[in-house]
């Protein structure tokens, strides 16, 4: 699908009275070439003639440009804008803007119209006859699109929706459910909005919903199951993939994913092997793992075991020390008495000799009177030693035993409380995969697109702006006040460290699985830039997140991470690899089911933060050097940063695969008439052509509808996967605090607080199990 579209309606059948004073060689030339260049994307890859009909292109435009603002046409209208997203515009004259306003009529068909007025009358860029006039039949089969003005849900209700289902742990949609491959996992029965297949009751006059084995007779339904068969030839089980069907609001892309997701590329490698001997070898792997951790509670018993010997060992020696040192003791005490046993004898022998001598003299006595008495004194302080050393020794002893049965207790204790150690370890695990499916509960009934505005520093300004709370913001325009909310609004003085914090939690699931885009979207100079790439002393999101990344990836020994880098612009519709050595290659998207790949998009492998700085200065001055050549500013081009994860569990085998995509988008604002020459007009086009397809994605992803018009541009194919089911995505509305910007505030702020209460469905894990390679 082009810019615009060719559906037979010939510039002479619908050629209004408003275009007959328009020189018609001028009218053809601009409408014929401009119409090629809206379908630009597929035609630059075509052939390289089609670079000179660029400048024929630009100098059409130019004339067309020139015809419209001449002085004498003060009425003049001609206008491309882009609903509130884009404009170009094109002063009347040189003093006087007016509006050059696009509008994207859909056809019921899919065909996205880009028309604009000129003299009152609406036309289109059609890909055949050029610009001509939007055809009346056309009104009927379709309608006018305007992404940023529908009514939204307001705000309040959102926290209704929350705040109302707060009970919802406890009641009855709450169970557990064993998954061979992930164990015990949390179920919880939410409520979604899915499509139902009814039919219509003529006995009760109303619309019943339909058994699952009736649908499968709808050629409706039996096309879609076919489709998932032909992609999975190793799924034969028809119900299987109804039931699927339904659950995936009869998507078949969706239903393939899922299954990848669970059975992981192992599904289409072995289209004979089928679902039940997969479910077999899973549990294989099941076992293997529970074996592993098993081996891992053996080991860590035996370590504690050991520990205990140790101490028992430790507790005996100290038992043999004081055993020894009782018995030293004792052989003193002995030794003690012994002599003091010795010594009593003594004196009884001289008792004894001193009594049978007859009236001894003075002379004769063996001892004096005063040694005597000494050593009586000695002899009864032995003996008091003696007797103080008996009572240690006997405590000492009691002591020791006492100690003894203290360890004994002691060891007995250890025992219990390693019973009770390893439960505690069970709960604690148990409880953070609650909580780490608690988390995700909440994000999923938040919706799965976090919003943020940030406001650009800019000192002295910004009085029409006002910040109530840390979700609002206030714009006062024209005396009157205008609310919109947000999940954060980042005040001019936050730092690029607080706008990081608000992306952290996305980017920790990049690692579990997840796919994660971070985009930011705003007029230029409204700080897109500064909050996703930053500068050297203060880096922007692009670079905190993936250091974060690697660093998370760095710190789980158990998970085998790769991670790659790739770098790309989109630019008037084509795809350029900035990270080509020679020069920009051109790329083309190719996707099966709902996998998206580029072949030959240069992907660099990171292992550190300097890796990073210099791919990304590569991908940088390669974009530069690109915009240099075509004359533009970075500005005219989405930038796209895209990190591959892929991830082996050592021990469970697991391997994930997740997608981080940062995306600066190209500046939502108008274009002034300086600027509004032809290649600027050719740019405007496809900018306007890529945010009226993103807001497309999110307005019918917010009403759940059947098709999501993924593949409208470019950006929002490659985008598919971080916009759907299966991802997480985190908007950055970057607002200019600049009163003469408040025209693109506000519409910024309107598409952002559009696209705030999308809910992108439960995100789903990349995961799948393998044989580990050990
Ligand atoms: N929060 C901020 N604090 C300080 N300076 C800022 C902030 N936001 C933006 N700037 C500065 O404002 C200028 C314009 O910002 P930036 O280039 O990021 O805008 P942009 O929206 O990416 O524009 P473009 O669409 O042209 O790429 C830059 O000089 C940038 O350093």
Redesign the pocket.
Known sequence: MGTGASKGHSAEKHASRDNEDLPSAVLNGFASTLADNNSIGKQRTQSKVEDDEDDEVAEDIEQMVQHFNRPEDTEVGVVLSFQGSVRVRVTESFQEDVSLMFESFLHRNGTLYTCFTQNGTRMYFDDENGIVPFPEELYGEGKFINTQNKPDKAAGDIKQDINGSSGYLENERTSSFYIPGKGMTMTYIFEERTNVCKYFDSDSGAWLILPLLWEANMDFIKHRVEQVKDALPSITDYKEILAALRLCNYDPDEVISMFYAMFGDSLAAIPEQNIESMSFTRDVYEKERQIENLKNQLEERERDLENMRLKCKHLEEEKDHLIRRTEVLQNQVDQLQSEHEKFLKEISEFYRKSSETPNPGPSTLPLKKEVFLKLIKEAHEINVCNNQLRVVAVHDLSDMGQQLKNVQNLMVNMKKSNHELEEIRALYQRETLERKLLYNQLQELRGNIRVFC?????DGKGEHLAFPSDEDILVNHNGSKKRFRFDKV?L?Q???ED?YEGTLPIIKSCADGYNVCIL?Y??????????????DQ?PGVNIRSIRELLRICQERERIKYTIKISMLEIYNETLRDLLSQNGNTQLEIRSQGKTIFMPGLTETEVLTENDIKTTMSLGEKNRTVASTKMNT???RSHLMVILRVNGVDSVSGVVSSAMLTLC????S?RISKTEATGQRLVEAAAINKSLTALGQVFTALKSNSLHVPYRNSKLTHLLQPSLSGHAKACVFV?I?PDIRDVGETLSSLQFGSSIQQIALGKPIQNTASVKPSH
């Open positions: 940030r406001c650009r520093r800019d980042f001019p936050c730092t690029q706008v930011a705003g007029q230029t100079g409204s700080g897109k830039t500064y909050t996703m790439m930053g500068n203060r500013e970075s500005s600066d988008l190209a500046g604002e970057n200019s």
